[in-house]
């Protein structure tokens, strides 16, 4: 093998085994931080996993947002209309957080059922659903009008 | 009337582009000097035309014409004037129009500023450009037209622009960002003229450098200017969320980042000459597919509009075709393009070349972890996302890889170089970069993690490499001091500039990222609360009324060390046209450390929910983002650019004559 050859080689090989160790890298870092979603009807019929990082979504109940009186942490339903899952959540409600309203919840589910967040998120577009709550909703054959429909063809 | 003269004129543009996607080209294949000249009045005429469109509906939104259903959809009368322009972007068709304006801007410039180039590549890059442009304008008129009337029964007040975008961050954001995504378009006509016209030479690259350094410099302020924006408007306190509509920013920077490296060994050395025009072809494609993942509502985003499908359609035509037929075109012409030299291991073509490898990988993952939960969906499998740990797992690694390669590259010499004297050269820095780094790092409070120190360290490597390149290139010559350092080109400072961004852009990242303090509180009036030095006490909240919104005013009485240092004012708005609720976050902004304050919700008696921050070094991040737009800037204005252009005119003239 000539020495010009030979330099190509190297490099090839080098970035060969670059891209490999990459792709390695990323299919597990994407293995390790996949978090599903879940409707509160999927979490009634159990088949939301315990313990493991997910996403929950659905309208929040109307009157079930309850308040701790000496901390941050607050209490609430989300629902598609056919079941409603608990969800426990300490720190501050996104602006859009409303009874009504689609959020979507990260978390893990505990043993009792309840979705213990870290997150939760609410759009910042009164008319904008997250289209996997949406899709919970349609599902569930419980999709609401839109109001104002007029300014959102 | 007026909004019917936008779309008229729409229409005209439309015409003239078709014209220029055609004649030009035409003429360039059979030689024909009288059609290409046809290029340059032709992109004015399209330029002038889709300005007269973009004006046309600025005048509707300043004059409330809220029977254009655009314009009642994304604006009120309780709006102040400067609120009602940028809200002519607010929105979906809005914010297609002053793309189209800036693919039109862009030929224009290309147009103007181009006399020294040969016709018929002028003429095809044109031709390339009228082509998107007729893509836009058809997608823009048939599927996304901002000028549909709501006749006759037309509302008395439009429905107000969503209060998030009623910001300075919106006027300046998506123009700065647009203008890099659409300026990558400059450079994909560039490479597809070349492969037209089979004259992939150093020539190209350089014809194509400057214009890609500008947009470059512009996506770049752009991202620097959303980032900076979310931080203070979304009331998080976060800088970069990994978010899906981010990451179609990143994905044409890094790449486009890549092709800025790539175009320089081109144009100096005249290889990775497919690679590059690879790279050209592949940033405005991640551009394409950045505007599709955000207006086809495809993704779960704080930038998703309710949004239709078949625009979304129209864009993924527009995205296949532009792929599609480039790709095809570069595959026949690809194999007759020659390396004019060669080079050994180490040397700066390798280094770069590392550098292009480490920007592609990254661009990858970001890709994968961006469309993967798409994919996903696509395949009926399950609704999933990607969390930050995936992103950050891969990026941050590589990053610094690719920082440290930058050190090394940044004085290697083209072509070839001793390696052991390299490395003799690089140990002293190297000493100098980790000693000053634990020590800056030991001497603060707090505790600091691995990559902590990985990303101090290497931002001292940089800033000590640079320090000794520029010193070393002074003291090649004996002449003083200034005079030499006068005499160093100025697309040599530009790239220090910009590499210096990244160093101060890492400072920020690792040190925002380990030092962050932050509290969720409830807090009642009169309670205090110690973040650091400072001790926060809260007041209790007014009542307050603005134009267009009605409000509460925390106040809170800061001290540092126990004296007296600031009054802090967060704010919840209530947007009354919407009903939208607001948080105004409450900033003490310094080089050193931000202090952050967001009111949460009200709760009983008086009490309120309050976050406080403490952010160390985050002004880094955009201070960094700014040096890199400042030193992209210097280095497309490099005079040589222009002489070089003018020299090579006048030796064709002489071998004509």
Redesign the interface.
């Known amino acids: 093998m000539n020495p ?1 050859r030979k ?1 190509r080689l ?2 090839v090989l080098f ?1 060969l085994s ?2 490999g160790v ?1 792709v390695g ?2 299919l597990y ?2 293995s ?6 879940f409707s509160p009807t999927q979490i009634a019929q159990g088949e939301a996993p315990v313990g493991t ?1 997910i ?1 929950a979504g659905g309208m929040v109940v109307e009157g079930s947002v309850n ?1 701790d ?4 942490r607050v209490e609430f339903e989300v629902t598609d209309f056919q079941n409603s899952v608990p969800i426990v959540y ?4 996104p ?2 957080f409303r009874e009504g309203q689609g959020i ?1 919840a990260q978390g893990e589910l505990d043993a009792s059922g309840k979705l213990q967040a870290v997150e939760v998120l609410a ?6 659903m ?3 709550v949406a ?1 919970a909703l349609e599902k569930a054959g419980k999709m609401p009008k839109p109001s ?1 429909q ?4 | 009337m007026i909004p019917e003269l936008g779309t008229y004129a729409l229409v005209l543009a439309l015409c003239l582009s078709v014209l220029l996607s055609t004649i030009p080209m035409v003429g360039a294949q059979r030689g024909n000097l009288l059609w290409i000249s046809f290029a340059r009045p032709l992109s004015i005429g399209v330029f002038f035309f889709t300005a007269i469109s973009f004006v046309a509906l600025t005048y509707a939104f300043l004059a409330n014409d809220f029977s254009v ?1 655009y314009v ?2 994304n604006s009120n009368t309780a709006l102040p004037w400067y609120y009602r322009m940028s809200a002519v972007w607010g929105g979906h068709e809005g914010s297609l129009l002053l793309w189209v304006l800036t693919l039109a801007g862009w030929t224009l410039a290309v147009a103007l500023k181009s006399r020294d180039l040969p016709a018929d590549i002028l003429g095809r890059v044109l031709g390339v450009m009228g082509i998107i442009t007729t893509g836009f304008l058809l997608f823009v008129l048939f599927t996304s037209s901002p000028f549909e009337r ?1 006749l006759p029964r037309s ?1 008395a007040e439009g ?1 107000d622009l ?1 209060p ?1 975008l009623q910001d300075f961050g919106l006027i300046v954001h998506p123009p700065m960002l647009y203008m890099g995504y659409v300026g990558f378009s400059v450079a994909f006509a560039f490479a597809i003229a070349a492969l037209l016209s089979g004259r992939l030479d150093a020539a190209w690259a350089r014809w194509s450098r400057p214009w890609t350094n500008v947009a470059w410099a512009f996506l770049t302020l752009g991202i620097t200017l959303g980032s900076w924006w979310a931080y203070y408007e979304l ?1 998080w306190g976060g800088w970069w969320f990994w978010d899906p509509v981010e990451n179609a920013s990143l994905m044409p920077w890094l790449i486009g980042t890549a092709l800025v490296h790539s175009l320089a060994v081109t144009e100096k050395r005249g290889v990775f000459k497919s690679w590059t025009v690879l790279l050209a072809i592949f940033a405005f494609s991640l551009s394409l597919l950045g505007t599709f993942l955000v207006r086809s ?2 993704l ?1 985003s ?1 930038h ?3 949004a239709d499908p078949e625009r979304g359609f129209f864009i993924l035509m527009l995205l296949l075709i532009t792929i599609g037929g480039s790709l095809f075109l570069y595959a026949l012409r690809a194999s007759e393009v020659k390396s004019e030299s ?1 080079f ?2 180490v040397s700066r073509e ?1 280094m770069l ?1 590392v550098n292009n ?1 480490l920007l592609t ?1 990254i661009c ?2 970001v890709l ?2 961006t469309l ?1 939960p798409l994919l996903v969906d696509a395949l009926g499998m ?6 930050p ?2 992103f950050n ?2 990026s941050v690694p ?1 990053g610094a890889l690719l920082m440290l390669f930058l050190g090394v590259g940044a004085v290697t010499r083209w072509r070839r170089q001793d390696g052991t004297a390299l490395l003799k050269q690089l140990v002293v820095p190297f000493v100098i970069a980790i000693v000053l780094g634990v020590l800056s790092l030991m001497l603060r409070e707090g505790e600091s993690t691995l990559w902590t120190y990985v990303g101090v360290i290497l931002a001292f490597w940089l800033l000590v490499m640079a320090i000794s390149d520029i010193s070393d290139r002074v003291r090649r010559r004996s002449t003083p001091v200034l005079a030499n350092l006068k005499r160093l080109p100025r697309s040599y400072y530009g790239m220090q500039m910009a590499h210096l961004g990244v160093a101060v852009l890492a400072v920020g990242i690792a040190m925002v990222s380990a030092f962050n303090e932050q509290r ?3 807090m009642a009036p009169g309670d205090t609360q110690q973040v650091g030095d400072y001790t926060f006490v809260f007041e209790g909240a007014r009542h307050f009324d603005g134009p267009n919104y009605s409000s509460d005013i925390a106040t809170l009485r800061v001290f540092y060390k126990g004296e007296p240092y600031d009054v802090m004012q967060p704010e919840k708005r209530l947007y009354t046209a ?6 105004e976050v409450a900033l003490d902004p310094g080089l050193f450390r931000d202090l952050y304050v ?1 009111l ?2 009200p ?2 008696n008086g009490a309120w ?1 309050i ?1 406080l921050q403490f952010k160390p070094y985050v002004r880094w991040l955009w201070l960094g983002g700014l040096l890199m737009t400042f030193g992209g800037i210097l280095a497309a204005t490099d005079p040589r650019y222009r002489k070089q252009s003018r020299r090579e005119q006048s030796k064709l003239e002489t071998a004509n004559a």
């Open positions: 010009k330099k190297l490099i970035i670059g891209a990459a890298l990323t870092a994407l390790q931080n996949i978090n599903l979603f990082r996403r308040r009186n000496k901390s941050l300490s720190g501050i409600l602006d859009l979507v759009k910042h577009d009164e008319n904008y997250p289209p996997e899709e104002g007029e300014f959102n063809k | 259903s009642a959809n709501l509302p429905a969503n998030l009331g509502g495809v779960t704080v998703a509009f309710a060669s050994s291991l390798t070349l490898v990988v990858f993952t994968l972890g993967y399950g609704k999933i996302s990607v969390g740990p995936y797992a891969l590589v969720d509180l409830r919407r009903g939208t609720v607001m948080t967001a949460g919700e709760l009983e929910a976050r």
